[in-house]
């Protein structure tokens, strides 16, 4: 029997996945380039024998275009978290988080030139309330002004760049691809550039403890593999502004996981940005349901 499930319900669920990435990637205590290395080499090793078993025709008979579209998709995403990583340690995590939610910004304009994509007035309303969230989260923290600051600034900056190329790239290449033997491409690449760019830096790519094993296990499997997924599934069926925008959702359910589990307490800042955020994208969402229905789910997804 055919399951279906909505692309809306989905991408919430995707948001609540990828949500506890900060808490199992704090608790890990793992440097951050051994984080992002680890998340995506676990993240292909979840999704690898699935797709052998279900997605592996596709899989070994893809045509160049559609493989070398893969291989940009997973250079952006490897490249989006190199440059986020890289700017915190130059800049705060607020500013740097503010930088990052003008990405639905940045897919708005690129599905609109490159896609052809309309964006409805609900998700423009969205958007601007994301980027207002966002900013507020940041707070004073983009007024101190010094030269690190500005090249750890740039750098978050050109983190936002690279997942709206991830999200725009990957909305045309969904239309053509199956959700597993996109996911393994896309995530392997990624493992690749980080690894490259970890070893260019002579950062060593070790495990220090079983526990940290233990939590970057479960940020492969519950925030890349499963929650990332699902926003890549869901580029098929929905605008990539809207999926991007969606993404934004996840920090602020982070200071409430961080809250609990952690017990590190959130700024005031964070909680009213954060509120400002969800009503932008619950605003866009609502414009997404009204056209939506069940979808089936692909084979293996």
Not at 88 to 110: C, D, E, N, R, W
Not at 126 to 155: E, H, K, S, W
Not at 256 to 273: D, E
């Amino acid at each position: 029997m055919k399951k279906s499930i909505k692309p809306t319900t989905a991408l919430w669920f995707g948001a609540l996945c990828t949500s506890f990435a900060a808490t199992f990637i704090i608790a890990s205590g793992e440097p951050p380039f051994v984080v992002a290395f680890y998340r995506l080499l676990f993240a292909v090793a979840f999704l690898l024998p699935v797709t052998i078993r279900q997605g592996w025709y596709q899989l070994s008979s893809l045509d160049r275009s559609h493989l070398v579209g893969c291989l940009w998709v997973g250079v952006f995403f490897g490249l989006h978290l190199v440059t986020y990583i890289a700017s915190l340690k130059h800049t705060s995590v607020a500013s740097a988080g503010a930088f990052l939610s003008l990405q639905p910004v940045f897919v708005a304009i690129g599905a609109s030139l490159f896609l052809r994509e309309r964006i409805e007035l609900r998700v423009k309303i969205g958007i601007a309330c994301a980027v207002i969230g966002g900013m507020i989260v940041g707070g004073g923290d983009l007024f101190t002004v010094t030269r690190t600051a500005l090249y750890g600034d740039f750098l978050a900056l050109a983190s936002a760049l690279m997942i709206s190329l991830y999200f725009v790239a990957g909305r045309a290449l969904r239309q053509h691809l199956d959700i597993l033997p996109y996911l393994v491409i896309v995530y392997s690449s990624s493992v690749v550039v980080v690894a490259i760019i970890s070893l260019a830096f002579r950062v060593p790519l070790t495990i220090s403890s079983s526990r940290s094993l233990f939590h970057l296990l479960a940020l492969g499997l519950i925030s890349t593999a499963v929650g990332h997924g699902i926003f890549n599934w869901a580029l098929k069926y929905v605008n990539a502004s809207t999926v991007s925008l969606v993404m934004l959702a996840s920090p602020v359910a982070e200071t409430v996981w961080v809250y609990f589990f952690l017990g590190q307490i959130p700024a005031i800042t964070s909680i009213i940005g954060g509120i400002i955020v969800i009503i932008g994208t619950a605003l866009a969402m609502s414009d997404a349901t009204q056209d939506e229905h069940n979808i089936g789910i692909e084979a293996g997804a």
